[in-house]
Every structure is written in C-alpha cells, then in structure tokens.
C-alpha cells in the first residue's frame, strides 16, 4: 500500500505539485488541491519545458477522468488511481475509457436503485441524454436558435444539451410529478428507436468506431468493478423483435465486490479466476 509521501512523489512527477498531507484521504486527493494547482498555471510560461506541458495536460484529464467520467459519491475526492494510467501519455489513448466510464455508471445506477441509496454517482450526462431521447415529455423544451453556429462540426449526441431551455411547461425539481408521468406513459409515447441510421451517420467518426460491436454481450471492467451490458432485452431499441431474454449472469449482490478492504489486490489475477 502507498504511503501518503509515495501519492505526494508522484503528484509532484506527474502533476507537477506537491499536495499537502491532509489534502489525501488514503489514495484519494482532494479535488479542491487540484483545482488550486491548475488555476495557479492556468497559462504556462513561453520557455516551458515538455515536462511541464505534459504535467498540465495530465492535471485536466485527471480532472476529467476522476471527477467527471468516473466520478464517485465522495463528492470532493479524486482517486489516484486514474493518475497512474496517465503517466505515459503515448499510449493513454489506448486504453477504452468509453466502456471503463459506461461500467462505472451501470454500477453506480445499480446502487442507486437499492432502497437504502440516497445518492447516485458516475457520468450523469449519458443518463440525461438517454432522457432526451426515450422520454422527451419530461424534460425542458430545447430552443433550436441556439444551436451551434453554421460552419462548425456536429458534435456526439450529448451535445443537444448546449443550449437555452425554456422550463415554461415543464416541472422541475418534483420527484412524484416525474414518477407520476413514467408511470403513465403509453407505448406510442416511448421512442423505442432513438438512434437511426441517419442520426448515427451525421455524427462524427470517432463516436461511430466499434459500431459492429455495438450490441455484444461482454463483461466490461474497470478495475474491481464489473458489469455486463444486455442489449438483448433493448433488442427493439436496435429495431429488432424482442424475445425472452436469457437470465442474468451475476446474482442480485455483485455490486458488492469493490476495492474496499483490498488496497493491494491484482485485479488483472482476480478477474481471471
């Protein structure tokens, strides 16, 4: 297990600064140290060297895996973890974030949905852009004049979200009147195509990689978290007919299997068993 000191060594390597001992918590680091670090360098000197454009660069993306793609419930802790994939930069960009990031929130909506959970956590932005697809009724009207300006790429599907909403016929913050409207809904007011042809072919190239892939059923991982996709039982999602799904592969307690307690497991070994 790392000592506070070995975290300081390498935030000071690949960061560039040195956090104070009590902005850790364990292999945690607080995201309010980072932040002040990023907005002291927020423009790098003339004569930078590699090293300190490298150490920049890292200090965003972490900021972006951990408190962002992978968020947890702590609220202000960034999990070095992360930190360390990011130390050599040449091949960062192999490794899958988009399906690290998608078993990470299938865990979290997990837990949210256990009676005792008062909390939810992960990479909200993918759930609210399958709100805006599925249940368009429930949500804020999307003014069109806001669009991005004329010229400029289209962006992945999320980026609908960039834009003024007018709230004039929608509720806010009322849990029972958005139950009420779920559990009211009629099957001719469910999308149950969301993503045509046309709509997946206006997008972009890197958001379209994978795509014969799209609907495999896999286990995914991230670290002790594990999850399996079910496209079949969105099998009309795809336009498809949907048939019985086959059961479940894990049991109603998966979620349990974390990192707690095990600071010093191999996961690599464990799944493989």
């Known amino acids: 297990m ?11 390597r690949l960061l560039g600064f040195i956090p104070r001992p009590q902005d850790f918590n364990r292999s945690s680091l607080k995201v309010t140290a980072l932040n002040a670090h990023m907005l002291e360098q927020l423009q790098l000197p003339d004569l930078a060297t590699q090293d300190m454009i490298y150490q920049m660069a890292r200090c965003y993306m972490f900021w972006m895996i951990a408190g962002m793609m992978m968020a947890d419930t702590s609220g202000n802790y960034l999990k070095l973890m992360y930190l360390l994939m990011l130390e050599d930069l040449n091949i960062v960009s192999s490794y899958s974030w988009g399906s690290a990031t998608l078993v990470c929130f299938y865990r979290f909506l997990c837990k949210a949905s256990q009676s ?3 909390e939810i956590a992960g990479f909200l932005p993918l759930l609210q852009e399958r709100v805006t697809v599925l249940r368009p009724q429930v949500i804020a009207q999307r003014d069109i004049k806001n669009n991005f300006l004329a010229g400029l790429p289209r962006g992945p599907c999320a980026t609908r979200w960039f834009a003024h909403f007018s709230w004039t016929d929608t509720t ?3 849990l029972k009147v958005f139950r009420d409207a779920l559990d009211s809904m009629t099957e001719d007011q469910f999308i149950w195509e969301p993503y045509s042809d046309d709509l997946i072919e206006s997008l972009p190239d890197y958001c379209r990689i994978g795509r014969d892939i799209w609907r495999v059923r896999v286990p995914i991982f991230c670290w002790d978290v594990v999850e399996v996709p079910l496209p079949n039982r969105v099998m009309r999602q795809f336009g498809l007919k949907q048939t019985i799904p086959t059961p479940f592969l894990f049991d109603a307690t998966h979620f349990h299997h974390d990192r707690r307690g095990r600071p010093n497991t191999n996961w690599k070994i464990e799944h493989a068993q």
């Open 2 to 12: 790392r000592t506070i000191g070995d975290w300081q060594n390498i935030c000071q």
């Open 116 to 118: 005792n959970q008062n």
């Open 172 to 174: 806010k913050h009322v």
